[in-house]
């Protein structure tokens, strides 16, 4: 028996695999653990187009039965084909909500045919995801889609999150963008992600100091960027370096992560542009597994965003992670970064204000014990507001809400 009432039967649809993305595994898969733990049946149904090496594995994680549905030998056929499969999982669930994490691709078409089909009026509740924004403004402007594809997914969006039962969405832009669209309050439900990481708990010293030793950071002090790179002009972050190395040039930033479409190469030369190699030691993609000794490994973080759309309805699961290991975090105030180091959880400076950006880590570098006592109340926070068991008792108060009331 769940904590609120009984059971719910619960379908996650993912629009592509576990991995390489992290919708589906730092969002999706988190959530349906904390209701899972909860005592609710979640089955996260997922499309493995994209890591097809798990196509037909099935498993239980948690409490959650994971089904990679069997990829066709044929890509071309990927679409029809899952998109079928994926309506008969759900037939046979016959669950009480079926929760569609992202509004456009795989999950997007199976929330918008169960809709069409009729069934969701008699027994399921369709509640679609968004965790960005697709559109005009949004994925549409980072990914080298086709035009007719673009314009599929807008509609999509809007498609899906005007015809569901319920809207989850990742942060108050979205949220602000769905009641724009028509959506009333009362069918929209405010999810902020929880960190990503596999274990995001404070990892031991010794590891932390053996990745220390392996990047020759030894006792320096160490900022860190943690990043994909395209949230921000890749020259912002290396001209505030280029400020707080000339304050402190015994520092160093470590960067962990990649470009999607080469922006890593772009801030590697513009690195080398202004002199700074020997103080950057970037470590590039690392197993999720290791993430946390490795980001551990840092005295502060920063986190810069540029103040664009994307940005604004974006819920950073990486800034999630670096307050969920205490490390402190001088964030520029774009969006949900301001939720996040609210209250002294972090350091808040304007957005593209490189000059308060360099001087907040320099300050951070300096003083250890102003450092620890705001690492620690970003993870206080983290764990009051953000953490997945909190997300999961909001979600089921929601589920809830819509199984009892028609529409």
Same mark, same amino acid.
């Given at each position: 028996?769940?904590?609120? =009432? ?66 066709p030998a044929r890509a071309a056929l990927d679409v029809p084909v899952l998109v079928a499969a994926l309506v008969r999982h759900v037939v046979r669930l016959a669950p009480h909500v079926l929760h569609a994490f992202k509004p456009k691709a795989y999950s997007g078409l199976v929330a918008a045919l169960w809709w069409w089909l009729g069934r969701v009026r008699r027994s399921t509740k369709v509640v679609v995801d968004a965790d960005d924004w697709e559109?005009?403004? &949004? ?78 950071? =030894? ?15 890749? &020259? ?89 290991? &205490? ?81």
């Amino acid at each position: 028996m769940s904590a609120g =009432g009984f059971p719910l039967r619960v379908a996650f649809v993912v629009p592509f695999g576990l991995a390489p993305k992290g919708t589906a595994s730092a969002r999706a898969l988190p959530l349906a653990r904390a209701l899972a733990a909860r005592g609710h049946e979640v089955t996260l149904l997922v499309p493995p187009w994209n890591d097809r090496a798990r196509s037909g594995e099935v498993w239980e994680e948690a409490g959650v039965r994971v089904v990679n549905l069997r990829v066709p030998a044929r890509a071309a056929l990927d679409v029809p084909v899952l998109v079928a499969a994926l309506v008969r999982h759900v037939v046979r669930l016959a669950p009480h909500v079926l929760h569609a994490f992202k509004p456009k691709a795989y999950s997007g078409l199976v929330a918008a045919l169960w809709w069409w089909l009729g069934r969701v009026r008699r027994s399921t509740k369709v509640v679609v995801d968004a965790d960005d924004w697709e559109g005009a403004g &949004g994925w549409n402007e980072v990914e080298p889609y086709a035009p007719w594809l673009k314009r599929f997914f807008a509609w999509q969006e809007r498609h899906g999150l005007t015809h569901a039962h319920g809207v989850t969405v990742a942060s108050r832009a979205l949220e602000t963008l769905v009641w724009s669209l028509g959506v009333p309050p009362v069918r929209v439900c405010y999810v902020p992600n929880g960190p990503g990481l596999p274990s995001p708990g404070k990892p031991s010293h010794e590891d932390v100091r053996a990745w220390r030793v392996k990047l020759g950071l =030894g006792e320096r002090p160490v900022a860190l960027l943690y990043t994909r790179f395209f949230e921000f002009d890749v &020259g912002r972050p290396v001209c505030l370096w280029k400020r707080v190395v000339d304050a402190c040039p015994e520092a160093r930033l470590l960067v962990v992560g990649r470009g999607l479409h080469g922006e890593g190469e772009t801030f590697e030369a513009e690195v080398r542009r202004r002199g700074l190699s020997g103080t950057v030691v970037g470590a590039g993609w690392v197993a999720p597994s290791e993430l946390p000794a490795l980001l551990s490994a840092a005295d502060v973080a920063l986190y810069p965003m540029d103040d664009t759309l994307i940005n604004r309805t974006k819920c950073p699961v990486k800034l999630a992670d670096l307050l969920a290991l &205490g490390i402190p975090v001088v964030g520029e105030a774009v969006g949900q970064v301001n939720d996040y180091l609210a209250h002294g959880a972090g350091v808040l400076v304007p957005p593209g204000d490189v000059e308060r950006g360099a001087e907040a880590v320099l300050a951070l570098l300096r003083d250890r014990e102003m450092a620890r006592r705001v690492g620690r109340a970003g993870r206080e926070r983290l764990e009051r507001f953000f953490a997945w068991p909190v997300q999961g008792e909001r979600v089921e108060a929601f589920y809830r809400h819509l199984v009892a009331h028609s529409t």
